[in-house]
């Protein structure tokens, strides 16, 4: 995924599916400086982790 369609699935008031490493997970924050997102997930160990927007799949 790229930076500008998270921004816009952050941005939008529906329910839009995203994908980390197969699993669903929330958008929480966007870092536009190293095109980073915050996501939470019930199935991260740690709750929350920072990924690249670009290891992520809408789906």
Do not use: C, F
């Not at 199935?43 to 929350?48: A, M, Q, R, S, Y």
């Amino acid at each position: 995924m790229d930076y500008e369609r998270a921004k816009e699935i952050m941005e939008s008031p529906h329910n839009i599916r995203v994908l980390y490493q197969g699993k669903p997970v929330w958008l929480e924050s966007l870092n536009p400086n190293d095109e980073s997102v915050r996501i939470s997930s019930v199935t991260l160990t740690d709750g929350e982790k920072t990924v690249s927007v670009h290891d992520l799949v809408e789906g």
